[in-house]
């Protein structure tokens, strides 16, 4: 196992779903009603906040840009409870920060905040 496993699985897993798609195009379900004026708003939306939480990555580190980009996303997708928001936005960055730094020994964007591990 080496540093290559994980992007060549994801690789493969892609490039499985995309011939899926190409075999399939119209799947079990007709997607004519996702083709509407508010769910490309969406899609744009939810690109923009994408590109957004790339651009400030660095600067802001992984922590706190994870952590905002998670309030944004869920707030995009219609989640109004603050508790929900909160209780998804501040432990799934740490737990991923841990597992990449501490298991993965691999390092993440520290930016303005940094952890002792």
Avoid: H, K
């Amino acid at each position: 196992v080496g540093p290559r496993l994980f992007p060549t699985l994801a690789g493969l897993f892609c490039a499985l779903m995309g011939l899926l798609l190409a075999l399939f195009p119209e799947g079990r379900n007709n997607l004519a009603g996702l083709a509407t004026r508010d769910s490309r708003r969406n899609v744009g939306w939810l690109l923009a906040l994408s590109v957004g939480y790339v651009a400030t990555l660095q600067g802001l580190g992984f922590l706190l840009g994870t952590a905002a980009a998670l309030v944004l996303y869920l707030l995009a997708f219609g989640e109004r409870r603050w508790w929900v928001i909160l209780v998804i936005a501040v432990p799934v960055p740490l737990l991923i920060e841990a597992a990449f730094v501490r298991l993965l020994l691999l390092e993440l964007p520290t930016g303005l905040l940094s952890l002792p591990w």
